[in-house]
């Protein structure tokens, strides 16, 4: 296997960096802790193959970014890991189809989203908007900000002590916006 081009891992540099001030996030408001197990880049069929293997055995989310990068994130929790990320927040019995799972999970992917757009940001000098979350209820229609031609990285996370509590996030960034980020190297 070939190692990654220069620009390829400056962009997983910065986002390996960009999780990990999501994670912290996380940390600090729930009771449970992430760990990111592992990186990979990804394209937009690696993540419909996703998606379509994991069933509904999964919590889908999504949000648009904006501003200088435009792109998309979509976070994937297990449905233990759901649990384990909103037990410390929800009293009741935790659906995703109720109303006070559903707000508490995409307040969880908006923090999430935030803080790995903010972190990214950040780090790069770029303005990075993250849209308003939505729960995706049919796993196959994607919106159509995801675009094939987005370079995409897939984060594996879990919780340490709970080895079914896994949960993934896709960060796809639009070529255009990559200029800036990765610099001219092109070649």
């Not at 379509?52 to 999964?58: F, I, M, R, T």
Request: charged share 20%; with cysteine.
């Amino acid at each position: 296997m070939s190692s990654p081009s220069p620009q390829l891992a400056n962009l997983l540099s910065l986002c390996r960096q960009a999780m990990h001030g999501a994670i912290l996030a996380v940390d600090k408001w729930v009771d449970c802790s992430l760990a990111l197990v592992a990186q990979t880049p990804v394209d937009l069929a690696d993540f419909q193959r996703y998606l379509e293997d994991a069933g509904s055995q999964k919590d889908t989310l999504v949000l648009q970014l904006k501003g200088d990068l435009v792109g998309a994130l979509s976070l994937n929790l297990s449905r233990r890991m759901t649990h384990l990320l909103l037990e410390p927040l929800v009293e009741e019995e935790i659906d995703p189809a109720r109303p006070l799972s559903r707000s508490a999970l995409l307040e969880m992917t908006n923090l999430i989203g935030s803080s790995f757009a903010n972190s990214l940001a950040e780090a790069t000098e770029l303005s990075l908007l993250p849209s308003v979350p939505q729960l995706l209820e049919e796993s196959n229609l994607l919106p159509d900000y995801f675009s094939p031609e987005a370079l995409g990285v897939r984060f594996d996370l879990e919780e340490p002590s709970d080895s079914s509590g896994t949960g993934v996030l896709f960060v796809f960034l639009q070529p255009e916006g990559l200029t800036q980020l990765l610099g001219d190297e092109q070649g």
